[in-house]
């Protein structure tokens, strides 16, 4: 082989053959780097909670959350939605007179600190969207407040004070709830029934006499 085409030989590995084969070593490298990134990239739909933790501790969680995890962090999703849980209970009276009770709670998940991470810690099935572990709990202890507060009242108080009994669930429930990552929305009483039907007539005969001698006295 003449000098002249060695020389064409090597200008060609060096002017192209290299430069291309450069080229080729950073097209890989990157298509390496884009799938690990793809593989760190986490995106939440915007009516789901996306908990990112590293060695039991949450790193960061949000709802619809878009963001890069770390290669050692664990994810996990569940849906961010708004849950209505019903109870009934009886209970007698400080004057040994049954009542039932009818009421409604509205919760979802706490958003504050770590309120995310502790529901998926305590509800163990909150990532299935029926949280029946939730809910039990909820009925369970809302129903035994509800017993408590009729026991030490009376009839009367429990047919035209609801809002005792709100406001004996909020203050017996509220921080507890928090503590399982649960936030109370909405607390209702939707009925307050006597359970001797005796009973409710007197008490209707007793108030209808009041309203009359009310109009009559006015």
Do not use: H
Not at 60 to 67: D, E, N, P, Q, R
Not at 115 to 133: E, M, V
């Amino acid at each position: 082989m003449s000098s002249d085409s060695q020389e064409i030989i090597d200008t060609l590995i060096y002017s192209v053959a290299i430069p291309i084969t450069v080229i080729m070593v950073l097209k890989m490298a990157c298509i390496r780097i884009y799938e690990f990134a793809t593989k760190l990239w986490v995106e939440g739909k915007a009516n789901e909670w996306i908990l990112i933790m590293n060695n039991g501790k949450m790193v960061k969680a949000g709802v619809g959350l878009k963001c890069f995890k770390g290669p050692f962090d664990q994810v996990a999703t569940f849906p961010a939605k708004v849950y209505k849980v019903t109870f009934e209970t009886e209970q007698v009276t400080n004057e040994m007179q049954g009542v039932r009770v009818n009421g409604m709670l509205v919760w979802t998940v706490n958003r504050m600190g770590e309120g995310p991470f502790n529901a998926y810690k305590n509800l163990g099935d909150i990532s299935s969207g029926d949280p029946r572990t939730a809910n039990d709990s909820l009925v369970s202890m809302s129903s035994a407040v509800v017993r408590s507060c009729i026991a030490n009242s009376t009839i009367l108080e429990m047919i035209t004070n609801r809002k005792l009994l709100r406001e004996a669930i909020e203050k017996e429930m509220f921080e507890v709830v928090k503590g399982w990552g649960v936030w109370l929305e909405t607390i209702e009483i939707t009925g307050v029934t006597i359970c001797s039907s005796s009973l409710f007539k007197d008490l209707q005969t007793n108030y209808r006499e009041s309203m009359r001698q009310q109009a009559t006295l006015y």
